[in-house]
């Protein structure tokens, strides 16, 4: 049992450039979301997904895209990267009562 | 609307001192309540969490929280600080519902001196 998986744990990208952050889950959760880490701002939701086909934006949805075609996976696509985007990426997934989270992915964006 | 305030973004204690995070929240419902420790470079792991069962909830490492409705609060607390416990620590505030988000603090960093 993995729990929520991340894949890459770092990255650096170029203004412009896009690339796709993966996630998957071994938990068999409906609930999964991504979140940014900036320094004093604690997490900040980007997206989050109820069930496979069903997605919803969070607190700071702009720039960013995602998908659920299956229960595992919930991938997280940046279109056209930008420096505000340099940050810590977390993905996690929910059960009834406690969210897991994932290691996180570093990227940065020059 | 939810929201999560920390009092004190960095908490100094010495090793063997009593450890007290703040936490106070609003929600317009009973609400399910987390802490989140994170150790540099890594995610978040779950403390320990309220879920309307006992108000005085123990998690791991040690650590313990109290719900008090009439405050708003739920501090986390440790009667004896460990040079591991040095990290950031996250409250959380949930309502009680599975399609409902979480919101999270801003985060305190406790440091632990020797």
Known sequence: NAGVTQTPKFQVLKTGQSMTLQCAQDMNHEYMSWYRQDPGMGLRLIHYSVGAGITDQGEVPNGYNVSRSTTEDFPLRLLSAAPSQTSVYFCASRSTVAQYFGPGTRLTVT | ?114
Request: with cysteine; aromatic share 14%; charged share 10%.
């Open chain 2, 1 to 114: 609307a939810q929201s999560v305030t920390q009092l004190g973004s960095h908490v100094s204690v010495s090793e063997g001192a009593l450890v007290l995070l703040r936490c106070n929240y609003s929600s317009s419902v009973p609400p399910y309540l987390f802490w989140y420790v994170q150790y540099p470079n890594q995610g978040l792991q779950l403390l320990l969490k309220y879920t309307s069962a006992a108000t005085l909830v123990k998690g791991i490492n040690g650590f313990e929280a109290e719900f008090k409705k009439s405050e708003t609060s739920f501090h986390l607390t440790k009667p004896s600080a460990h040079m591991s416990d040095a990290a950031e620590y996250f409250c959380a505030v949930s309502e009680p519902n599975y399609g409902q988000n979480f919101v999270f603090g801003p985060g305190t960093r406790l440091s632990v001196l020797p």
